[in-house]
Each structure stands twice: as C-alpha cells, then as structure tokens.
C-alpha cells in the first residue's frame, strides 16, 4: 500500500513538475529583475549624488552582502524547519526597497533601501531552490537551468532598464519594480500549495529510514573530510567567478565610456550581451551536465572562457561584441550547475547548499565589488579590468573536485 500510495505521489508530481518549474522560474526572474535596477542605476546615481567608484561598489556590496550571506543562514533554518510562507514574505520586502530606492535623496537613503531588496532575495533563493529540487524529477541538470535561467534573464535586464527607464526617467523609475513584486507574490501564492504538500511528503520520507538509505548519493559514502574539501573548493571557484562576474556588470561600462569614448546607452550594449548570452548558457549548462557530469561542466565553464577573458581589455570596438557575447555564454554555463553540484555534495541539506553556493559565495563576490572600485579610484579602470580578465584562469581548480559519476 505504501509503495502505491508512493507511485501515486510520484505520479501527481511529474504531472506539475513542468508548471511549477516554469512558474518559480519567473518569480525568480522578477526577482532578480528588482536586484537588477542596482546595478542598472549606477550610472545614473553616480552622476545625480555624485557618487566615487567606491561609493558604487558599497552599494552593490551591500546588496549582494545582505542578499548573499543570509541565504545559508535560511536554508540551513529552512533545512529543519521550511519557510514557504516566507516566499510572498520576501517579496513584499523587496517591493518596500523599490519604493526607497525611488524617493532617496542620500547615498545612505540608498543603502538602506538596499537592505531590504537584499533580505527579500535572501528569503527568496533557498526556498525557490528547494522547490527546484522537489519538481526536479530525476533531471536535477535541467531543473536548476530553468530556474537559473529566469534569474540571469532577470539580471540581464539590466542594461535595457538604463536604457529605456533610467536614462529618460532617472532614479524615479525604480517605482516600476514594484510592479515585479506584485506579479512575484500573485504567482507564489499559486504555488504555496503544490509546495506545501511536497513538503509534507518530505517529511513523511525522512522519518523513514530506508527511503533516506535509498536516496543517497555516492558522495555520502565518501568520507566527510573530502567532502569538506569539495564545498570548499565550490565555494572559491564561484568565488572567483563571482569577482569576474562583478567586474564586466559593474565596471565594464565604465572602461567602455572611458576608454571606447562610448555613450552611456551604447556602453550597456556588451553588458548586454554578456548578460543575455549568460542567460542561455545557464540552460544548455545544466542540460549538458546531465550528460556530461557536473564537475565537467564546471571545469569548462571557469577555466574554458579564460582565453577571451585574457583578450578582451584589449580588442578593438569591433571584436568586443561578438567576443563578450561568447564569453557570456561559457562563463555561466556553470552557473546553476555549481548549485546542483553541492546539492550532491550535501543530499539532505538542499537549502544550506544552495545557499552556500548562491549565497555565501557571491556575498564573498560582493566584497570584490567594492574591491574593484576601490582598485579603480586608486589605479584607474584598465588595470582593473586587467586583473578581472585573468580570474577565470583559477577555473583550473575545479580538476581537484571529486567526480560525480559512478566509475563503471
């Protein structure tokens, strides 16, 4: 009676795994939308409160600190007691930061406004991750692209909102992030109830010994100080990327105008494509990964971009488009791999993995943000972006990771 009662849960749940997949995987997109008007502001509010490269680097390091560093602090809370309530919870908070960022006058209104979009987004990811993981099915790969996708197309909108809101309307149009909060918590609400009682079942299972024997991974039989080794390594290499990642969304427009004598408008053209290349990249990631290995993945996705990272301070105009645009792609074809990745590493902590590798790490990242900036006001851009080009060439590490794949 149990095994059928299982195969009719099991059934129920492949039926909705495409719907909830897709509709978490929007939330994700208006959220990091919000996280996006950031970064999307900075040149804006760097002309209008006449703000240093430093200043802008706090403010993207107080964004992705907030946002970052909780998130394994809720997922490991989460780990033993989920929050799905806490979903619609966080994007109401996030709304309350769209609205500050709209109406403050001060770098420090700014800040403080900041605070909140980081907290809803903390709140967010773990949860959203762990409602990946349940609708996931046996193709963790693909799961975590879709979801992942819809956060980068997010953030890759940040160069059109400069473009098309912030240039014609300045800081004043942050207002039209709340609209993505609203849409967020309408399609959350939908959601809280497939979640709910996925979640129920879980915890049905986990008091069930043979269910936790059955589920486990090949790196449970490993031994834990190797698996110590392995997350620890995760978390440098999304480290670094992170910094990477940092540099070419928040500075990189800057070398443009600089250095290429660029508009601001045409300077988020690279960073667009950057960003819009990432976006597939994301997918067809984790859609290989499911053929290839996760750790293969990640070794090509940080190591295999350094070539047209090492180039690209130094090419004409021309070449930067296309080269930026492939870049892109490589680089984030690891991007929701590394987090399916510690989720094998860590099977019955979903939530402190995903907010170890989509939190903590790009918390870590965040710091690089200010790093950079202050590196900027000091050395000036090309230096910079110099060191910044050179940072995937530490992807060569991921060869020491442990595989995942079962030796024949």
């Not at 059928?4 to 059934?11: D, L």
């Not at 950031?38 to 006449?50: E, F, M, T, V």
């Not at 928040?250 to 290429?260: D, G, K, M």
């Amino acid at each position: 009676m149990a095994s059928i009662a299982g195969s009719k849960t099991a059934a129920s749940s492949s039926n909705a795994v495409l719907p909830v997949l897709l509709a978490i995987s929007m939330v994700h997109l208006l959220n990091d939308s919000m996280q996006a008007v950031i970064p999307a502001l900075y040149p804006i509010l760097a002309k209008s409160l006449d703000l240093s490269y430093v200043q802008v680097g706090w403010i993207g390091f107080m964004l992705n600190m907030t946002s970052s560093v909780m998130q394994p602090v809720v997922g490991a809370y989460s780990d033993r007691r989920s929050l799905p309530n806490m979903l619609p919870i966080g994007m109401f908070l996030s709304l309350i930061g769209m609205v500050g960022i709209a109406f403050a006058t001060h770098f420090w209104f700014i800040l403080f406004a900041v605070v909140f979009i980081g907290l809803g987004s903390a709140i967010f990811h773990p949860e959203g991750s762990r409602v990946v993981y349940f609708a996931a099915g046996g193709r963790r790969g693909f799961a975590q692209s879709v979801y992942q996708v819809g956060g980068n197309a997010g953030s890759s909108l940040a160069p059109l909102m400069t473009v098309f809101i912030f240039v014609p309307f300045g800081q004043f149009g942050a207002i039209w992030g709340t609209l993505f909060a609203g849409f967020a918590i309408a399609i959350l609400l939908g959601v809280l109830p497939w979640y709910k009682r996925k979640l129920a079942d879980w915890e049905t299972e986990r008091t069930n010994s043979a269910s936790r024997k059955a589920g486990s991974t090949l790196i449970e039989k490993m031994d834990h100080p190797r698996v110590k080794f392995a997350m620890g390594m995760l978390i440098f290499l999304v480290f670094a990327r992170s910094w990477f990642h940092a540099g070419i969304s928040s500075y990189y427009q800057f070398f443009l105008v600089e250095h290429y004598g660029l508009t601001i408008g045409g300077a988020q053209i690279p960073v667009f494509l950057f960003l819009a290349t990432g976006v597939l990249g994301t997918y067809f990631g984790g859609v290989l990964a499911d053929r290839f290995g996760l750790k293969n993945m990640i070794v090509f996705s940080i190591s295999g971009a350094a070539p047209l990272a090492l180039i690209l301070p130094h090419l004409p105009l021309f070449w930067i488009y296309p080269v930026i645009a492939l870049l892109g792609f490589i680089v984030l074809s690891g991007f929701s791999v590394s987090v399916v990745y510690a989720q094998f590493l860590m099977p019955s902590k979903v939530g402190m993995a995903s907010g170890l590798t989509t939190g903590l790490a790009f918390g870590m990242g965040a710091i690089g943000a200010v790093a950079l900036g202050k590196a900027a006001d000091m050395f000036g851009l090309p230096p910079v972006m110099w060191f910044c080009s050179a940072l995937p060439l530490v992807g060569l590490f991921a060869l020491l990771l442990p595989s995942d794949r079962t030796k024949a």
